[in-house]
Antibody, heavy 123, light 106 residues
Framework: QVQLVESGGGVVQPGRSLRLSCAAS????????MHWVRQAPGKGLDWVAV????????YYADSVKGRFTISRDNSKNTLYLQMNSLRAEDTAMYYC????????????????WGQGTLVTVSS | EIVLTQSPATLSLSPGERATLSCRAS??????LAWYQQKPGQAPRLLIY???NRATGIPARFSGSGSGTDFTLTISTLEPEDFAVYYC????????FGPGTKVDIE
């Protein structure tokens, strides 16, 4: 079955960096766009970034642009999110989610989602 | 950015009742609207896409309707496992989500 498993979360000080990973299985990873979506504790959902199926197109929410980098390794069926210059407001559960088939636009539904990895930015 | 608003914020109902949830967009999103269900401690799950299409494995008691700026998610007969938070999301532009409607037990 289709499965997404995130890892790499933890507690980090403001200004520091963290890299999240999302291991995919059960589908042809290299044919789907992939997204990161986050949810602050007790709050709603916020889209963070998307990468096209081939890695050539990347788009970011304004709140993370210039600080976060999305990437993928199709040979390893893995999605990444490099987060630099972290702020307290980046504290959230980070979910990876599958986007569109052979999509390059980023305008997708999210199905399925991983279970999430928690990032806490605190001194 | 396309802003989505959901109403009501909380819907208190009993099992067996009908639930009607609303989502309104700040500008037309055509039929590019989805609904998700999220239970405590779990990731969201796609229920409805393109306004009215049920995702794989979603029971027939869930239905979606609407186009343009006004959309509705209907749960025809609430089951105990349906008490959760429901989010709408648009993909007409960069994805945005509504703030959610919590369906709780009256």
């Amino acid at each position: 079955q289709v499965q997404l498993v995130e890892s790499g979360g933890g507690v980090v000080q403001p200004g520091r960096s963290l890299r999240l990973s999302c291991a995919a299985s059960g589908f042809t990873f290299s044919t789907y766009a992939m997204h990161w979506v986050r949810q602050a504790p007790g709050k709603g959902l916020d889209w963070v970034a998307v990468i096209s199926y081939d890695g050539n197109n990347k788009y970011y929410a304004d709140s993370v642009k210039g600080r976060f980098t999305i990437s993928r390794d199709n040979s390893k069926n893995t999605l990444y999110l490099q987060m630099n210059s972290l702020r307290a407001e980046d504290t959230a559960m980070y979910y990876c989610a599958r986007g569109g088939y052979y999509d390059t636009s980023g305008y997708n539904w999210f199905d399925p989602w991983g279970q999430g990895t928690l990032v806490t930015v605190s001194s | 950015e396309i802003v989505l608003t959901q109403s009501p914020a909380t819907l208190s109902l009993s099992p067996g009742e009908r639930a009607t949830l609303s989502c309104r967009a700040s500008q037309s999103v055509s039929s590019y609207l989805a609904w998700y269900q999220q239970k405590p401690g779990q990731a969201p799950r796609l229920l409805i896409y393109d306004a009215s299409n049920r995702a794989t494995g979603i029971p027939a008691r869930f239905s979606g309707s609407g186009s343009g700026t006004d959309f509705t998610l209907t749960i025809s007969t609430l089951e105990p496992e349906d008490f959760a938070v429901y989010y709408c999301q648009q993909r007409s532009n960069w994805p945005t989500f509504g703030p959610g409607t919590k369906v709780d037990i009256e």
